[in-house]
Structures are given as C-alpha cells and as structure tokens.
C-alpha cells in the first residue's frame, strides 16, 4: 500500500505553497492488500457465515433505506395518505413512484422527492 503526500515548498522559501505540487510516495506498507490467503494480513479478516436469524435481525433493525429510487427513512406506522400503489412490500418492486416500503414489519417513507 502506498500513500501519496504532497509538498508545496518553494526554492528558499520553506512554507511557501508553490505550484505544481510535487509528490512523495511513502511505502507504508510492502505487504499486498489483495493478498486474502495469507494469514498477517492485516486488510483482510476471515469471512463470517450469518445465520437466517443474523440477516432477519439485521433487516428488522433498519432505520433508513438508500436505494436508486430515493432515500426512505423508517417511520413510527404506516402513512395513510400514500396510495396503495405507491406502496410496496418488496424491494425489488421498487420504482421511481415508490413512497413507501414495507420492509420486515416497518414502513419506510420516502424523503427526497
């Protein structure tokens, strides 16, 4: 890994930005990071199998989806005031006309229009 810094010094005048900036490359690192089968990797943990249960857990915790539709944050109950075809209980049926989601119990409100 290597990180790219850069110095804008002028000739004689220390502090001074300058331009062009000139870059250093700083060898943090001489390990690769898409080295995943060796073990002193530090960039790389193990993958962790989650249960049904896990996922489950995980969906019902949401508070905000973020999808290509919109964002849709989760709300207390169900808007009344949205029709029901703007209503969906599945995130592939998402489309631009959704303004809210059913997802694992909770509604989820689109916020940006």
Not at 39 to 52: D, Q
């Amino acid at each position: 890994m290597s990180i790219y810094a850069s110095t804008y010094y002028n000739a004689g005048n220390t502090g001074t930005p300058s331009s062009p900036a000139t870059h250093n490359e700083i060898n943090t690192d001489k390990m690769k990071i898409n080295d995943v089968n060796n073990p002193n990797n530090p960039y790389v943990t193990p993958s962790v199998k989650l249960s049904e249960e896990d996922i489950k857990r995980g969906q019902e915790r949401l508070d905000t989806i973020i999808n290509p539709f919109g964002t849709f944050n989760k709300v207390a109950k169900k808007d009344t005031s949205i029709a029901k075809n703007e209503t969906v209980d599945n995130l592939d049926d998402v489309t631009v006309d959704t303004k809210q989601i059913l997802h694992y119990g909770n509604y989820f409100v689109k916020t940006d229009s």
